[in-house]
């Protein structure tokens, strides 16, 4: 009909090649080509491919970089050998000169002042290059989040051995006020109100006052951190509070006032010192039909004066969506300094992030705790417990030593309570969504959750004073175990995510849950 046509296009893909001889020719001294040949990634052996190629010269320069040799030039020398199909690659590194920061340029900030981007910097003008340092500043001006973008860009200097760094920030809203209703299978229905500052003034200060109000919480409390105390590099902040928390697997109510003071030092550039101090009163309520000896002399007013300590390790590329590194924490309380409550708790973290394959994220996470009793035994309120959200596919509070009676069999399965000694590990795989899902925010994982809280200061049973026996159940260091996937979306009407999970190992005492969700909104 004269109106379509056909296109053919021929593609003759021609033979596959190797790499061949794979040599490193460098002008610089430092940069010696024994060194060097180590660090290349192409393989003599393997198929030929430009990507890989193209990786190698990125890698050797960011090594050299590491010496102080900003523009350097790595050029791949390319020579084909028909005959056996190998191609050899020669990286050629040419002479540059070592490169000193000249001046550091900070550009819209228009709000954020100057020694806020520039404290945070892991290089001042006069410092030797170095792009690991430089790639570190970057990232601990990203952590501030003050900024939506961060972008350092290398412009040559006035002589061929300085360069100017121009550091270039988008601001972004860090001042919040936000009220707050949502649902949720763990707390059900909640309503908050919160006035913050992350950034107040300009000065890196953090300040905040909220109140939160649900079926197990009622709280108010405000916070204020000065992160560069007296323009040094120890930040110090302080928290008020009042609250009124319903542990309702547990059987009691705790009412709480209190105020802490903190502090924390680096001692390198990723360990962490922390001190603080804290001092409450605690009104500990039980319930009011509950007949357990296991409870009922838990109730009391108690005052605790603590000091805590602790050291933390932190390498993470980001601290709100990380994809490596790693964290390490140790802390320790010590109850005792005057008040009523003795005891020292000690609880330990680890986490490692690390990406398998482009946006597939690998995470194992470990903790554990320990609280032991200074003359006395460890009170109900003091205890660990474990449960959802830490070990999904369980209640609140559903793993761990529980109290049952036979007079209550038939609608009561009793209190959960708690043990001294608490460990749980996971593994979970972050699983990219493509299309319209990574458009919204939405994002899964894959995960398997493991733990147990068990040693209990209580015999292993007790008869109340109306002569029931009371037994207690599934204090026992055996791991239960859940499998499950899980699914967030950052949503218009705020954070959104949901779990499902199988208990796959478990305890007769113990409650599961399968299907687990959270939802809130703002406006």
Known sequence: DKQNFFINISVEEGELYDFGEITVESQIEELTPEIMIKLVLTQKGEQYDSSSVDASVEFLTEVAGLRGYAFVDIRPQVRRNRADRTI?????????????????????????????????????????????????????????????????????????????LEI???????????????????????????????????????????????????????????????????????????????????????????????????????????????????????SFFSQSPYIANNSGDFLTSALSYGISYNTLDDRQKPNRGQVLTLLQQFAGLGGNEKYIRTTGLYQFYYPIYKRWVFNVSLEGGHIQGLGRDVRLNRRFFLGNPKIRGFKEAGIGPREYTENFREYFSGFSLGG?????????????????????????????????????????????????????????????????????????FGPFRIDLAKAIRKQRSDESEFFQFNVGTRF
């Open 88 to 164: 050899d690659i020669n990286y050629v590194i040419n002479e540059a000169p070592r490169v000193y920061v000249e001046e550091i340029k900070i550009i819209d900030n228009v709000r954020t002042h100057d020694k806020v981007i520039r404290r945070e910097l892991r290089m001042v003008e006069g410092d030797a290059y170095n792009s690991s340092r430089l790639n570190r500043s970057e990232v601990r001006v990203r952590a501030l989040q003050f900024f939506k973008e961060v972008s350092i860009e290398q412009i040559e200097g006035t002589a061929a051995d300085k360069t100017i």
């Open 168 to 286: 270039t920030v988008e601001e972004q809203p860090t001042g919040e006020l936000s009220a707050g209703l949502g649902y949720s299978s763990f707390e059900s229905f909640m309503i908050n109100f919160s006035i913050a500052e992350r950034n107040l003034l300009g000065k890196g200060q953090f300040a905040r006052l909220g109140a939160s109000l649900s079926k197990r919480r009622k709280e108010v409390e405000l916070s204020f951190t000065e992160p560069y105390f007296m323009d040094r590099r120890v930040a110090v902040g302080a928290d008020i509070y009042m609250r009124n928390t319903n542990f309702i697997e547990s059987g009691f109510q705790q009412n709480s006032v209190g105020s802490s003071i903190r502090t924390a030092f680096p001692l390198t550039e990723f360990i962490v010192m922390n001190l603080s101090y804290g001092l409450s009163k605690d009104k500990v309520i039980t």
């Open 420 to 492: 001294n000694t608490m460990y749980k590990s996971t593994l979970e795989l972050f699983i990219p969504l493509g299309g319209g899902a990574r458009d919204l925010g939405i994002e899964a994982s894959a995960y398997v959750d493991a733990g147990a809280v068990f040693n209990i200061d209580a015999p292993e049973s007790l008869i109340n004073e109306q002569g029931l026996l009371y037994t207690l159940l599934g204090d026992t260091m055996a791991p239960r175990v859940s499998v499950g996937i899980g699914f967030s979306w950052a949503s218009p």
